[in-house]
């Protein structure tokens, strides 16, 4: 157990030892990690730094001390509204993460039914390929969860959702896109049968909501999933993904702001007096209002279509290399910057494909069915596409050669 020290330390010093603590930690900025990192250079990571020190220790739970903290998050969320589809109506609540966004988007459903429908054992449907987020939502709110397996081409087998539903569905999930896969669910589909049967329906972009507009206007087919789908009710984006903010920032975006009631917490059941709150958090950090703010400034829609522009190039790069290596082959489909690889040889184990590529410095994603490696990339990764398809040829090579590393497909995941 550390005991806190009995005489203070030197910056220096403390720094001194961060520095040698991290000195083991995974390189990000050479792009060798599959997951966890969002990087463009190093001009946007001082912005983003630079913004967060000037409200360092500004709490955004005080908005009335600080009403430029309260103007900033209107900003941030006005931005990502005009981005994807929100109307006059419109209104969004910024948290500190995708599992918030979820959380307070599955809580608002519940208490939505419960009011309304009088919903006294609620459920929730949505595909199995729907982030786990969902089921610890669940967990903590009570709600039954509902997993049915996808249709032909890894997207939501809705006619099979339906037969799912009955009255105490509270809400309809669909995901834009899903993480195992990076495809897109039929969210027009989804959505007409979540209004249909009354039922809220959310749309999980929390990796695709600022990605896919701007892949979308490079030219890519992205199918429609923003708030002005018809029935869409809410949907999750995280700034700290593409919209390359840094750690934590995500939005839950609703169609109509009064929909933000079912997800408010107030109170005055203590002696000091009224407490509101629109998300889990009491205390808020300024600082992650303020950087994300500032990201999206800098940034601009230039930056935003150069950030889709690199992604994809590193996509088409790293899916050919790897599919003319011998004994491998992409999954298909996918549909933005999340992509699956596999081994079509069966005397190739992948697994030790991933050992030999970790031996090389590259941190693996690994896929549990079917069994690959996933990857996740950001902007960072077109400098390194080519370099990743000759050290995954390598890797097959020692693999074949009987390298005795192996890293099994059930390694705990993102």
Request: charge should be neutral.
């Amino acid at each position: 157990m550390t005991a806190i020290p009995a005489t203070g330390r030197a910056r220096a010093d403390i720094m001194a030892e961060l520095a040698a603590r991290k000195s083991g930690d995974r390189d990000w900025r050479r792009g060798r990690l599959a997951v966890y990192f969002y990087w463009l250079d190093e001009e946007l990571e001082r912005v983003q730094q630079e913004a967060y020190l000037a409200y360092w220790t500004e709490n955004n739970l005080g908005q009335r001390a600080y009403p430029s903290l309260k103007s900033l998050e209107e900003e941030v969320i006005g931005m990502a509204l005009s981005l994807l589809g929100g109307g006059p109506s419109a209104g969004g609540t910024f948290t500190s993460g995708g599992s918030e966004s979820i959380f307070l988007a599955m809580m608002a459903a519940r208490n939505k039914a419960r009011a309304q429908r009088g919903v006294t054992r609620p459920n929730i449907v949505l595909p199995d390929t729907a982030h786990l987020t969902f089921d610890r939502a669940a967990e903590a709110l009570g709600l039954e969860v509902r997993r049915v397996p996808v249709g032909p081409g890894f997207r939501a087998d809705v006619p099979a959702m339906a037969e799912r539903m009955d009255a105490e569905t509270v809400a309809l999930i669909g995901s834009a896109p899903n993480y195992p896969f990076g495809t897109f669910d039929p969210i027009p589909d989804l959505a007409a049968l979540a209004r249909s049967r009354g039922a809220w329906m959310h749309v999980d972009a929390c990796v695709g909501g600022f990605l896919a507009p701007y892949v979308r206007r490079l030219g890519h087919p992205i199918p429609p999933f923003e708030l002005d789908v018809p029935g869409v009710t809410s949907l999750s984006a995280d700034i700290h993904k593409h919209g390359m903010a840094p750690k934590g920032a995500s939005l839950l975006l609703v169609a109509d702001a009064a929909d933000r009631e079912w997800h408010k917490f107030e109170s005055r059941a203590w002696q000091r007096g009224p407490y509101v709150a629109y998300t889990t958090q009491g205390t808020r950090p300024g600082g992650a209002v303020a950087a994300a703010w500032a990201a999206m400034m800098h940034l601009g829609e230039e930056g935003y279509l150069r950030c889709a522009r690199l992604i994809m190039e590193a996509k088409a790069i790293m899916t050919a290399g790897i599919a003319a290596i011998p004994g491998l082959a992409i999954l298909e489909p996918s549909d933005l910057g999340i992509f699956v690889w596999r081994a079509t040889d069966p005397a190739l184990d992948i697994g030790k494909v991933a050992a030999a590529l970790d031996a090389e410095g590259w941190l693996v994603g690994r896929q549990q069915e079917p069994d690959g490696i996933h990857l996740h990339l950001n902007p960072i990764h077109r400098e390194v596409a080519g370099e990743y398809v000759e050290a995954v040829a390598r890797a097959v090579a020692a693999a074949r050669g009987g390298a005795a590393g192996r890293i099994g497909a059930n390694e705990r995941t993102y």
